[in-house]
């Protein structure tokens, strides 16, 4: 190490012991926000029984007492909750601050977009709740680490508003069980729980090189890494009081080591995870039998949008979200700007491509992409609020309802409606998310719902379809008179588009079949009655591209090696996969600060990579 790099290292024990601190006194202030159950009185109560009309989900080696639960059911009566996470206060101190890693108490209940997490202890649900999610309506007693993460998941999603995480005196945690660690992992993060034990090991290997990079520091953080634990609980006056709390501090670091050793052992695989991969190759080898050719429509020679026949390839991409195969050329109109996929999917090709993609292996998956960030939401509901408060909405395209749920929050009393293909809809009703979904083609449902609606939305939705037209007429025909369409699309004109070719994003392969410039769709939108009211360039812009970008690169040079239409991979795969993206860690942090960086410009000059437009239908007459 030359002498520079020596001396900025030496610094890192010394930022070290700030971060522990700073973190501490974080999850000290989340840990005082947990509120707790008021004790209630136990004459005349059943231990064992539950409160009328409640269920509980309890974790192998707890058990619930009778005054805990009715305690419990009268919290919620009172702060008019449907799902109560119970935290037992003894909870062993790293569970303790995972949960409160997870859980931010002051945002939890009030964000309808946090996913479920807490104690993954004790959860009681009113019944109504159980039932529309499909669980088990006697609840479920002895459950393992992954059925407790799956509950509590399912249950937030159907309480989106209505849970909260509760500190619960008198609840015993259950007994660690560090040989299921990892499953539990892999249940919380999904595809990225190995990134967890690389980040734990690189912390643990980073306090010990600092003692050797500076002894003093270096001592200091692992001292500071220890005592972290006192400084969130110890003292606090919140109902959490771990019950290790002095044989952790005393012996944190070599507790952790041990601990992710085991992690890293264990081979223990729960009942409830079902192997989706495997279970979905005989399809897929069924599938990929014959030739892909039948995925395709003949290649057409004029553009969709003009009819001229100035056409030219734009770029050519393979299958980059799902590494199903194929080759995808997008051409671009020379006349009119309007870039669209050629040859297009055939109706086959498209149930091929989108299956396990919303849904099946893809779909918890995208529940966290939708879930990640309100922003794109909030954004979409202010532009509308500045125009109307709308009574009936429809949102096509709607999926779960993730922003039907948020914009809720702008207009509790309307009737938010959605419209999709697939049965996510169905499930949106039963999560009330939306009020009434429908099941089916857009142009196909427009009569039955004829002038029902003030506003329309379609956001990412049109550049999927077939026939763009054909959906922005159905809209007109739902729509009463003077009210609003939204559109939200990728701006094929982005800068992003050309600089990073192939990598980009919204090129979304092979499921975007048009991509209109914003002038075509204006134009589109005048002709068949509608007038623009507003539009956005900037504001509308998502910060993603370098961070996609580099995570393709990463994900090309190292595919998933499990996927049920791709040859199995094997451990060597699987080993360059996480070598792949434990050298790519830098590249995407950056990546990240840089879409940030540049999203501050981009929102005040506008030339992002997504527009807005909002259009009200004219009357005849208007």
């Known amino acids: 190490m030359t002498r520079r790099p020596r001396r900025v290292a030496r610094h890192l024990p010394k930022l070290y012991v700030a971060a522990l601190l700073a973190n501490g006194v974080r999850l000290r202030r989340r840990a005082a926000a947990l509120p707790a159950l008021t004790p209630v009185g136990t004459g005349g109560l059943d231990p064992d029984a539950l409160p009328d009309g409640w269920v509980a989900f309890t974790a192998e080696g707890l058990t619930l007492p009778g005054p805990v639960a009715a305690a419990a059911a009268a919290h919620a009566h009172r702060e008019g909750l449907d799902v109560v996470d119970l935290v037992p206060a003894d909870l062993p101190v790293e569970r303790a601050l995972e949960t409160l890693r997870m859980v931010a108490p002051d945002d939890y209940r009030t964000n309808p977009l946090a996913p479920g997490r807490g104690a993954f202890q004790a959860v009681l649900a009113r019944q109504d709740v159980v039932a529309r999610a499909r669980l088990d309506a006697g609840g479920g007693e002895g459950l393992d680490p992954v059925q407790m993460v799956q509950v509590t998941t399912t249950l937030k999603r159907f309480a989106a508003t209505s849970t909260d995480v509760v500190v619960a005196?008198?609840?015993?945690?259950?007994?660690?069980?560090?040989?299921?660690?990892?499953?539990?992992?892999?249940?919380i993060y999904g595809g990225a729980a190995p990134a967890s034990l690389v980040v734990q090991a690189a912390e643990l290997a980073g306090l010990v090189a600092g003692t050797r990079l500076d002894p003093r520091w270096g001592s200091a953080a692992i001292a500071a890494y220890a005592a972290q634990p006192a400084v969130v609980f110890a003292g606090n006056g919140a109902g959490l009081r771990p019950r290790d709390l002095a044989r952790h501090v005393a012996l944190r670091l070599a507790d952790d080591a041990a601990g992710w050793w085991r992690t890293l052992r264990s081979g223990w695989r729960s009942p409830a995870e079902e192997d989706l991969y495997e279970a979905r190759r005989p399809r897929y080898d069924e599938l990929l039998d014959r030739p892909i050719d039948r995925f395709f429509e003949p290649r057409r020679s004029t553009c969709p949008w003009c009819d001229s026949a100035s056409l030219r390839e734009r770029v050519r991409v393979p299958d980059r979200l799902q590494h199903k195969p194929g080759e995808f050329v997008l051409d671009e109109c020379g006349d009119c700007g309007h870039i669209f996929q050629n040859p297009r999917l055939s109706i086959e090709g498209l149930d091929f491509y989108y299956e396990d993609f919303y849904d099946g292996i893809g779909g918890e998956q995208l529940e966290f992409i939708f879930?990640?960030?309100?922003?794109?939401?909030?954004?979409?509901?202010?532009?509308v609020q500045a125009h109307a408060t709308p009574k009936r909405w429809l949102d096509v395209g709607a999926g779960h309802g993730h922003f039907c749920l948020v914009a809720r929050t702008y207009w509790p009393d309307t009737v938010f409606d959605g419209l999709d293909m697939s049965e996510s809809i169905e499930e949106a009703e039963r999560r009330r998310w939306i009020d009434h979904g429908f099941r089916g083609m857009f142009p196909d449902l427009a009569d039955e719902l004829r002038g029902r609606y003030d506003v329309v939305s379609m956001h990412h939705y049109l550049e999927h379809t077939r026939e763009p037209r054909q959906e922005i007429e159905a809209a007109a025909t739902v729509l009463a008179d003077d009210g609003l369409l939204l559109i939200e699309l990728p701006d094929p004109e982005s800068r992003w588009g050309r600089l990073l070719g192939g990598l980009w994003l919204p090129w979304f392969q092979p499921q975007h079949q048009h991509l209109m410039p914003i002038a075509n769709l204006r134009r589109a939108l005048e002709d068949i009655g509608f007038?623009?009211?507003?539009?956005?360039?900037?504001?509308?812009?998502?910060?993603?591209?370098?961070?996609?970008?580099?995570?393709?690169l990463l994900d090309g040079a190292a595919p998933p090696s499990n996927l049920p239409w791709r040859p199995p991979g094997g451990r060597p795969a699987k080993v360059r996969r996480a070598a792949a993206f434990v050298a790519g860690v830098p590249a995407l942090i950056v990546a990240v600060v840089l879409d940030n960086l540049l999203d501050l410009v981009l929102r005040r000059t506008g030339g992002g990579n997504t527009y807005r437009l909002l259009a009200v239908k004219r009357s005849p007459a208007g």
């Open 169 to 187: 005196p008198g609840l015993v945690a259950a007994p660690d069980q560090p040989e299921r660690r990892r499953a539990f992992l892999r249940s």
């Open 371 to 383: 879930g990640a960030s309100a922003r794109p939401y909030t954004g979409r509901a202010e532009m």
């Open 531 to 552: 007038e623009i009211v507003a539009e956005d360039r900037g504001e509308a812009e998502q910060p993603v591209d370098l961070l996609a970008a580099t995570w393709f």
